[in-house]
T-cell receptor, first 113, second 117 residues
Framework: DAGVIQSPRHEVTEMGQEVTLRCKPISGHDYLFWYRQTMMRGLELLIY????????DSGMPEDRFSAKMPNASFSTLKIQPSEPRDSAVYFC???????????FGNGTRLTVT | AQSVAQPEDQVNVAEGNPLTVKCTYS??????LFWYVQYPNRGLQFLLKYITGDNLVKGSYGFEAEFNKSQTSFHLKKPSALVSDSALYFC???????????????FGKGTKLSVIP
């Protein structure tokens, strides 16, 4: 199993541009989570899906952020327009059965200038 | 609400010495506890978990953790540290009684472990 695959690994963009981060979950995992990691705030849960349906998006910081999961093998996190304070590492994580641990991707390091 | 505290931002230990990374938690119901490790430029990797049963949980790479309900702690330990253990360690908690329809794993801020040769 290749694990959770995120792309791109690094993204540098200018303020105001649209950014799309991608995640391919582990096959068979029903839950998918998007986290953001910064030095100041640590790991923050942004949104999570169960069977492709968004369950809790209370962690999404602003309307500029949106996430979709059109099918069981793909999810996107979009920021439009991006701002410098969005600079962070964004992780996708998935899990299978109810009490199993999370499996994290290697993250996307976003820099907004 | 649930929360996790990792009181030490950094822990330094000499290679071969025992190590402890501290974690305390707060939940309304029964806790479901995890430790994860993060190496540079990588995602978090699962080390071990506690659900119920034996208070001493053994995990990957020789790590273990002790659940202490009265002290609401779940400290990570290893008898003999290796230089390769140097990484960022995260404790996480979930309230087992929150119901199947709600999943919220709360992470601590992380503790940087440095093992000195």
């Amino acid at each position: 199993d290749a694990g959770v695959i995120q792309s791109p690994r690094h993204e540098v963009t200018e303020m105001g541009q649209e950014v799309t981060l991608r995640c391919k979950p582990i096959s068979g995992h029903d839950y998918l989570f998007w986290y953001r990691q910064t030095m100041m705030r640590g790991l923050e849960l942004l949104i999570y899906f169960n069977n492709n349906v968004p369950i809790d998006d209370s962690g999404m910081p602003e309307d500029r952020f949106s996430a979709k999961m059109p099918n069981a093998s793909f999810s996107t996190l979009k920021i439009q327009p991006s701002e410098p304070r969005d600079s962070a590492v964004y992780f996708c994580a998935t899990r299978g059965s109810y009490n199993s641990p999370l499996h994290f991707g290697n993250g996307t390091r976003l820099t907004v200038t | 609400a649930q929360s996790v505290a990792q009181p030490e931002d950094q822990v330094n230990v000499a290679e071969g010495n025992p190590l402890t990374v501290k974690c305390t938690y707060s939940v309304s119901g029964n806790p479901y506890l995890f430790w994860y490790v993060q190496y540079p430029n990588r995602g978090l990797q699962f080390l071990l978990k506690y659900i119920t049963g034996d208070n001493l949980v053994k995990g990957s790479y020789g790590f273990e953790a002790e659940f202490n309900k009265s002290q609401t702690s779940f400290h990570l330990k290893k008898p003999s540290a290796l230089v390769s253990d140097s990484a960022l360690y995260f404790c996480a908690v979930r309230d087992m009684d929150s119901g199947a329809g709600s999943y919220q794993l709360t992470f601590g801020k992380g503790t940087k472990l440095s093992v000195i040769p």
